[in-house]
């Protein structure tokens, strides 16, 4: 029923001007539509959907995933430089630097938004 059916990712945010200066400045998205109490994200062939939540708590799952393909280590240098702090998960068994968890040719970084939802970026 919903194989042949586009997605989007959505996420919510306790205020949504912050989010929209963390997705549209420091992610570099393209905002295409501002609805009252929702933002929706250009990102590559799909869409990003950032909607005001009263009393959001974060998952501690990822909440959105891109595929960065072989670019990954240059996305994380350039989230660096913009001030987005990597997290590190090391129980993971792979080997981290600076940021980028490393596993033969697999490279995988994750960061947090202004409310702490997961995002990841791999090299799929």
């Known amino acids: 029923m919903l194989k042949d059916k586009s997605s989007s990712a959505i996420v919510g945010a306790s205020d949504l001007e912050r989010a929209r200066d963390f997705y549209a400045n420091t992610l570099g998205l393209e905002l295409a539509e501002d609805m009252d109490g929702a933002?929706?994200?250009?990102?590559?062939?799909?869409?990003?959907?950032v909607y005001q939540s009263e009393g959001f708590k974060p998952s501690t799952a990822n909440a959105v995933?891109?595929?960065g393909g072989k670019d990954v280590e240059t996305i994380a240098d350039d989230l660096r430089r913009r001030g987005v702090r990597l997290e590190e998960y090391p129980d993971m068994g792979m080997e981290v630097d600076n940021?980028?968890?490393k596993d033969d040719d697999f490279r995988a970084i994750w960061f947090k938004d202004p409310d702490g939802n997961?995002?990841?970026v791999n090299s799929m």
């Open 39 to 49: 933002l929706t994200f250009r990102t590559g062939d799909t869409w990003l959907v």
């Open 99 to 101: 940021g980028v968890h």
């Open 118 to 120: 997961i995002l990841h």
């Open 65 to 67: 995933a891109w595929g």
